[in-house]
């Protein structure tokens, strides 16, 4: 397995994260989540945009998100996603997950030199 | 990759056919608008259009990269639906197993149905022989104006060869000639064909061993006595020795050299007659003794042609139209003049097509009618039970499922019973296929017939189809309507009851179409049961023997005391009750029937009798009363005076007063002094009623003295299990003679009446199916009113509606429904069964007893499926049903 591959792993399980966080406020398309992300993150995150679409779907496949086709305020046709009652509960689940482990993580690294 | 793996990517392959497309579009579709959208932010900035496109495609990253996950993510998604879905349906087929098990029934029944109509009406009709290049087989034959089919004869074929450059080939044959085979001091009468040396060729088999027959071995009558063998015959004769090749053998008497053996599996062209065991040249037809070969107009052969390269059937047909003159000048009988007939070449041969003509019609009726029932009764089934699901639908939704998945995995569990279904259809098809076809096996002199039967791959994708469109047909409209249902939920309620009565229309349906087989069935059940007993003659323990001395050309003499020795053989065997004898072909039912003018005097010919020619003790062994007089005696012979037995009806018509008995007959220009009155019978069963019949002594034979006959054997017991003693006991009396057609009697009736016993029998089943189909159908649909009206029925009975008022209740829904359904049925079966004229034998079409019972029996079936869930309806309890809700 190469090195990128697995920082594109890594990088998944938050991803995923993000990405259902993002679709909790109002439904929106891919490009609308990027530009959430980036605004909320300030501009931390260079996420590696396209790959955020195989993420969708795969999201959708495991049935937390859902999404309709619709057309935008410029009149131009997008897919938006929605989250689903499922994709709640995830993002309540992952939420936890994730603080429990930044907790330990931060605890872990706040440990001083003896 | 593992197996799992493997399944995975064949089956994301399979799925991706039909979604790819829109998958991919959408896909495309969304990240152009990604791009599109960066590359106008970075525009927005200040950038040239160029810079901005260049970073935007930097900023998204390596799009095909993309986009083969993306595809991987769409694709393991519709997969591991598709998993869940089956699982899903797997588990809810599981929980209502009734429900599982009646659809996958009805389907397989109604699929069964049809495969098998399909499959045999392709194999006795539509399918090639299995040669290479068949399809570009022709037969090239005369049609009268009846209708009649007769061979071009080998000198039209060499007249076509010679000139209609459209075929590259034109063989004669005659493939169905009885011939008696010695060799090795063992005789057995074969099938065997007389070909043109090009007949191999054609139809491409090659020799299996030595060699087949040079141009020159058919070129000059009765010169080059060459024969090759059929596999079977070389394996069970010569002990598939190859030394047999060069051996000499007899056939008909006449020495001929063996000059080569066919492949196995090789047996002819004959379908639907009897396979091929010897093959010799057309010239050397003479062993057939009555061969017209070598004359003009002598219709020895048929024609069988192929097709040039490149040509057309329609301009075979034009050049042999120009031809017509000299091929119309080969016919005999010019005054009515034939009409040249080609014909690919299918199925049978199509001059033995018209027994069976009238079989694919009713077949394929029959076969119809059960699909519409099951379909009805499956679609009825289906929505039902997709009414009934509206609640778990609904519920689905509210938690967010999707529209698409959800109508997408109703579909899975339909194809999961509809694929079931289609299984059990072939399983089913297998056996019924193979059940009709052993009513082919045998003609009435007890030859095999054959005919290439199997399913083949088109019968195959035909199932495959149908069990689709089934599917497709009720599985996904109830769907759905299911999800418009659910989305309505508080309007479903209003229209249950509706669909109910929707499905008690189709009920009455039902019954109508069950009663309209059942009185076809009646009908031909009754039609058979006639023919086998209500002839005036018992059929019934009677076992039947040709001996044909004609074979190896005995004189009459000879072939008499032939005769008498295995007659007193016969007669002093143990079980044995009675013995008869007499000539004609099929021991009763005399297909070429003798008619001569019988009358008082020579000049009084008014009245045309059959006469058949008959032994002592004929009357007594068959059981035809004798009402006055005595039976034929062993002196009544060629030296005693003409006497004869005349039937009831000729003593009526020439003698009046009843004084027949001593009388003088003159039949056919001799007379006779009547001995005997016998009661009349039939002579051939489709006539109606008893012609006039005299029977005249078979030693007594005054017009032309007797070499074969046909002995008829009345035992004790099965007459299947004497047949092996008396051909034992007469080949030890003279082991040349060829004894043929030993079978009982009934099996000679039966083969001889193929089409109303196959007729009568499938009908039979198909009634049965039907019946049981609609009887399953009226009990769910019953039980479901039942069900949905529970809680009426609880108030009924909580303010003093009595058990027997609920069932009446009940029954009235069921019994309308089947007694409209009924009523149209009976309509329509008056209106149909006129198309099974050609197969009843002694009642009318509209027979009353038949339509009575036919009416009766579906009333009782209709009536016991309503009342078992009637009966559930009374025993509601009042307390409990008011709490359901």
Known sequence: ?114 | MSVVARVRAVMSRLAGLGRRADDERAMREEMQFHLDQLTRRHITAGLPPDEAQRRARIEFGGIVGHEEAARDALRSRFVEDLIRDLLYGWRSLCRHPAFALTAVWTIGLGIGAAVTVFTIVDSIFLRPLPVPGARRLVTISFRRPNGREEWLGSHGASLIRARATAFDAVVAHDSREVLLVSAHGVASERFGAFVSPNYFDVLGVRPYRGRFFFASEDSVPDRDAVAVLGYDLWRTQFGADPAAVGEHMQVRGHDVTIVGVAPPGFIGISVGGAPNDVWLPTMMLGVTDDACIGQIGCRDAAALARLAPGATLSQAVTQLRAMSRELNAMAFERDTLPRLAIAPLRGMATDQRSDYAALAPLLGGIALLLVVIACANVGGLLVTRGLSRAPEVALRFSLGADRGRVIRQLVTENLLIGGAGGALGILLSVGSVRALMGFFTKDSEGFPHFFYLSLDGRVLLFTVAASLATVALFGVLPAVTTSRVALARHAAQSRIAGRGRGRLVLMGAQVALSLTLLVGAALMARSFLALMHRQRFDVSHVALIRLRPEQVHYDPARAQRFLRAVVSRIEGMPDVTGVAFGRGIGFLWDEGPITMPVGRTPSDTALTAYTRFVSPRFLATLRIPLLRGREFTSDDDAGAPRVTIVSESVARELWPDGSALDHTVVLGGKAFRVVGVAADFAVHPITSPAPPIVLVPFWQNAFQPEVDARLAVRVRGDPAAALAGFRRAINEIDPVVPVTELMPLTDQVRANYTAVHLGAVVLLVAAGVALFLTGLGLYGVIAYIVERRTREIGVRIAIGATSFTIVALMLRQGLTATLVGGAAGIAIAALSTRLLAAYLVGIEPGDRVAFIAAALGVTAVALFATYLPARRAARVDPMMALRVE
Do not use: C
Not at chain 1, 2 to 22: I, N, P, S, Y
Not at chain 1, 57 to 65: A, D, H, P
Not at chain 1, 84 to 92: D, I, Q, S, Y
């Open chain 1, 1 to 114: 397995m190469t090195e990128a591959a697995q920082r594109d792993d890594v990088l998944q399980g938050t991803l995923d994260m993000l990405v259902l966080k993002a679709l909790s406020l109002e439904p929106m398309h891919g490009w609308g989540i990027t530009e959430r992300l980036q605004q909320w993150s300030r501009d931390v995150f260079q996420l590696n945009q396209g790959s955020l679409y195989p993420a969708l779907y795969r999201l959708e496949s495991q049935g937390f998100v859902r999404s309709e086709w619709k057309t935008t305020e410029h009149n131009r046709r997008a897919r938006y996603y929605a989250l689903t009652a499922a994709g709640r509960k995830r993002l309540a689940a992952e939420r936890r997950t994730w603080q429990r482990a930044s907790h330990a993580v931060n605890l872990i690294l706040a440990v001083e030199a003896p």
